[in-house]
């Protein structure tokens, strides 16, 4: 193409010198820039468009995740000491829950009635912490709550006893 410009200047060179070029060829080149723009500003807005939608969502992303840390508030977070008490309970609890599991098939009436009283008390631990990160006294909330997680291991060891005594009973009486 530009060899072909080039001959086209050398040829009517002698034209442009007096004349220039006639307004024709002006409209004609003005014609082609605006069509070759035109696409160019689609582009860029195209791009404009994505790069806000990108940061958009990013935004809404990053608020997301922050507003649920700040509802995932542990007992640890407010007292580390509660933090320990607590992760101690939890373990005997699911330690004695276990034991009680296996007792499950041998009384199943009385392993029902157990797990009933250990859902409300798991239910009522779901409601403190659901409660805590809008508290304004957090540390009382803490302290219910490792009272709750206490009482659900104190239900469990008398549950556990009643199971044994339960047992003993009937091995007295299947002996005599």
């Keep these: 193409m530009n ?3 080039e001959g086209f200047v050398k040829d009517n060179k002698r034209e442009f010198e007096v004349k220039g070029p006639s307004d024709q060829l002006w409209a004609k080149i003005e014609a082609e820039l605006d069509k070759k723009k035109q696409p160019k500003k689609s582009i860029k807005m195209y ?3 994505s790069i806000a939608a990108t940061l958009v969502v990013s935004l809404g992303l990053y608020f997301t995740y922050n507003y649920n ?21 939890v373990s005997q ?6 034991s009680l599991a296996i007792y499950a098939s041998e009384n199943p009436d009385l392993y029902k009635r157990f797990t009933e009283d250990l859902k409300n008390l798991d239910a009522e631990y779901d409601r403190l912490k659901a409660e805590l990160p809008e ?16 009482m659900q291991l104190q239900v469990l060891k ?6 044994n005594q ?5 091995k007295k009486e299947n002996s005599i």
């Design 3 to 5: 060899d072909k410009l």
């Design 47 to 49: 791009q404009w468009m």
């Design 69 to 89: 840390q700040a509802k995932n508030i542990d007992v640890a977070d407010i007292n580390p000491e509660f933090g320990k008490r607590e992760v101690s309970f």
């Design 93 to 98: 609890i699911e330690e004695k829950k276990d």
């Design 135 to 150: 508290s304004p006294n957090q540390v009382f909330v803490v302290k219910e709550m490792v009272k709750n997680r206490e």
């Design 158 to 163: 008398q549950q556990l006893m009643i199971i």
């Design 166 to 170: 339960v047992n003993q009973y009937n």
